[in-house]
């Protein structure tokens, strides 16, 4: 494995995961807790705006 660069570190801090399990966002390209238990391919922020406008569209 290599050695986490430095704004992996960073961002495993805030997000509260490994270094290893940080990636982007699939959406807006932040990074987030993408890979690993409890990871996931959309940040926050954009899996609520996806939550939001599937919530408003009945499927049919």
């Known amino acids: 494995m290599t050695t986490p660069a430095p ?6 801090v805030v997000l509260d995961c490994p270094p290893a399990h940080v990636g982007r966002c699939a959406r807006c390209h932040q990074p987030c807790h ?3 238990f409890g990871g996931n391919p959309l940040c926050s922020t954009c899996r609520e705006t996806v939550e939001a406008a599937r919530q408003k569209k009945p499927l049919r």
């Not at 704004?7 to 495993?12: D, I, L, M, V, Y």
């Open 34 to 36: 993408r890979y690993g």
């Open 7 to 12: 704004a992996q570190r960073k961002a495993s």
